[in-house]
C-alpha cells in the first residue's frame, strides 16, 4: 500500500548578485540547501542538508538505506513541512519504537564521511552477506558509454550553479538499455543515491536489471546502499576508497570508477564486463 506523501519540493537554485573579475555584477544561480530533520513515529533521527528536490523520496530512501524499516507497506505516511525544516514520517499503528530491535538499531551507528549525510547504522556490515546480486546481468561498454553520456547531458543543477552532485538509475534491459529512469542531484551523493532509493521503494522498481551512477566518490556506504537497492553494476565519474574496493568485491558488484569521456576503470566484477578482449589486458 502506497504512503500518503506531501509534494514540498524547494527550487533547486536561487539567484544572486557576484562580482567578475572584470568588477561586473553578474546574477549567478547557486544550489539551493536546506535542514531536513527526518522524525519517525515522533522520534529525531537525523537531520539532512538538501537541495530540498525531493525530500518525500529522500526520507523514504534514508529509512530503506539505513534499513530501520524494512517495508514500505508498514508507512502510512510522509509530511514534509519547510516552515519547520521537518519530515515526519508516520507507520501504520504509529508504533514503531515499541520494538526492542527498533530501538537498538538507532544505538548502534558508525560515524561516515558521507558529505550530506554522515552515518550509517552499524547492523549494515552484520548482513552485508546476505545480499545476493543476479550473476547474470552483464553490462557491454557501448551502454557503459551510453550512460556516460546520457548523464552528462542530463546534469542541469550542476550545469547552472555547481556545488552539488547527482546520482542515476539507468535501465540495462532489453532496447532501453542505458536509458535513465531517475535522475536526482542533491549537495550530497548520499542523499541523491537515498532519493533514489526511496522512489524505487514507492513504485517496486526492482534493481537487478539496472545500473547505478554517481558523480561522487565510491565509499563503503555507497556500494553497500547499492547493494541493498540490489542493484549489481556500480559506476563513478570518480574515484573509489580503500574499503569501498573491499566491499564491492565481498558482495560481487561490478564496480568501474574513473568514468570520463571514453576512459574508465573497471575494478571488481569482472565477468559481468563485456568488452573486446584487448580491453582487459593489465
Known amino acids: ?94 508504533n514503531h519504537w515499541q520494538s526492542p530491535a527498533a530501538l537498538a ?17 552499524g547492523d549494515l556490515m552484520e548482513t552485508i552477506d546476505q545480499v545476493r546480486l543476479p550473476d547474470s546481468a552483464r553490462l557491454s561498454r557501448e551502454v557503459l558509454y551510453a550512460v556516460m553520456e546520457r548523464v552528462r547531458k542530463h546534469e542541469s543543477i550542476y550545469k547552472q550553479a555547481g ?8 535501465s540495462n534491459a532489453g532496447e532501453s538499455r542505458g536509458e535513465i529512469v531517475y535522475f536526482v542531484e542533491d549537495v550530497g551523493r548520499h542523499n ?16 537487478g536489471d539496472k545500473i547505478f551512477y554517481t558523480t561522487g566518490r565510491l565509499t563503503s556506504e555507497m556500494v553497500i546502499k547499492c547493494a541493498q537497492m540490489g542493484i549489481p553494476i556500480l559506476l563513478s565519474r570518480s574515484g573509489l576508497t580503500q574499503m569501498g574496493h573491499e566491499i564491492a568485491r565481498r558482495v560481487g558488484i561490478t564496480m568501474i570508477g574513473r568514468c570520463q569521456g571514453r576512459h574508465y576503470l573497471l575494478f571488481t566484477g569482472q565477468h559481468r564486463f563485456v568488452a573486446p578482449p584487448a580491453t582487459l589486458i593489465a
Request: charged share 20%.
Open 1 to 94: 500500500m502506497r504512503p500518503d506523501l506531501t509534494s514540498a519540493a524547494r527550487p533547486s537554485t536561487f539567484t544572486v548578485d557576484a562580482v567578475d573579475e572584470n568588477g561586473t555584477r553578474v546574477p549567478t544561480p547557486i544550489a539551493g540547501e536546506h535542514p531536513l530533520t527526518i522524525y519517525l513515529d515522533r522520534r529525531e533521527l537525523v537531520t539532512l542538508m538538501t537541495l530540498g528536490a525531493a525530500p518525500e523520496a529522500l526520507a523514504l530512501g534514508y529509512l530503506r538505506n539505513q534499513r530501520i524499516v524494512d517495508d514500505i507497506g508498514q508507512i502510512a505516511s510522509v509530511q514534509v513541512d519547510w516552515e519547520t525544516a521537518s519530515a515526519a514520517i508516520t507507520t501504520r499503528g504509529g
Open 105 to 121: 538499531r538507532l544505538e548502534h551507528k558508525t560515524v561516515t564521511t558521507g558529505c550530506g549525510q554522515g552515518t550509517v547504522f
Open 163 to 170: 556545488a552539488v552532485h547527482g546520482c542515476a538509475l539507468c
Open 192 to 207: 541523491a543515491v537515498d532519493a533514489i532509493a526511496g522512489r524505487m521503494w514507492l513504485e517496486g522498481v526492482d534493481g
